[in-house]
Structure formats: C-alpha cells, structure tokens
C-alpha cells in the first residue's frame, strides 16, 4: 500500500497544527484544558498539569505576552502551591509584574524570594546577591525607595 501520497497533506496539518497551537486560542485551549482538571485527585495528573502550566507561562513570558503569562503562572501557583516549579513561577511572575509597569508588587515578590533564600530550594532562582542586585535596581530605577 502506498502512502506517499499523504506525506504532504499531514506535514502541511502539522505545521498549521503547531502554528494554531502558538495563537491566541490555542494558548487559551491549552489553558483550558491544563486548568479543567480538578488538582488532588490523581499524583501524576498533577505533576503533569503543574508542569504544562509552567511550560506554557514560560512560553508567554518568552514571546513577551506578559499579561497571559501572569495569568496562567497565577493558576499554575494557586492550583499548586507544593508544585515543583511553584518558585520558579514567582520569580517569573514578578518579570512579568515589571514588564506590565506593577513595579512595587514585583518587589514585593521579589524581596520575598530574596529573604527566604529561594536558591538553596530551586537552584532556577538567581542567588541572594542577584536577587538583592535586581531589588536595588528596580527601587533606584522606579525611585520606590527601601520596600518593607
């Protein structure tokens, strides 16, 4: 039997599949669908629905779609907050406060990083000192002054 003939049409279903996947609806699928699951029900479920959230706001915050990324990380922490990836998703959702011009509360996030020293738990997080470096500056920059 010969399939040549469908080499073309399936290669071109699935570079329009992959692109429809990186537009807004397909984002807002693959968000729908990574949030529709109920988190406690089955362990392995959720470590695969934790890690597609953070894969998918990490994608946003890599192709500067700030907003959503916010969006899908705040899900990605508030389903999981004992999720593998919970504080790498704060240190990416204070980017992307910054980026959306919500300074203070991205201090906030990030002073609180700092002082429980998150490095030590996941090695992702800049150290103490990067961290302090980037709080310093954000304050000069922004003229927040010290944060509480």
């Not at 003939?5 to 699935?14: A, E, Q, S």
């Not at 894969?55 to 916010?70: D, Q, S």
């Not at 959306?100 to 150290?127: C, E, F, K, W």
């Not at 470096?133 to 509480?148: A, N, S, W």
Request: hydrophobic share 40%; net charge positive.
């Amino acid at each position: 039997m010969d399939l040549s003939r469908f080499k073309w049409p399936i290669i071109i279903l699935v570079v329009i599949g992959f692109f429809w996947l990186l537009s807004s609806p397909g984002i807002e699928f693959m968000h729908n669908r990574f949030t529709s699951v109920t988190p406690g029900q089955d362990e392995k479920v959720d470590k695969a629905t934790e890690a597609g959230l953070s894969r998918l706001g990490g994608f946003l915050v890599m192709t500067f779609r700030y907003e959503k990324g916010y969006q899908v990380l705040t899900d990605a922490s508030t389903m999981y907050p004992q999720g593998q990836n919970f504080w790498h998703n704060q240190y990416r959702m204070a980017k992307c406060l910054e980026k959306m011009g919500r300074v203070p509360q991205a201090l906030l996030t990030l002073d609180m990083l700092h002082a429980n020293n998150i490095h030590a738990l996941d090695s992702r997080i800049p150290p103490r000192d990067v961290l302090k470096l980037r709080i310093d500056k954000l304050q000069e920059v922004h003229g927040l002054g010290e944060i509480q």
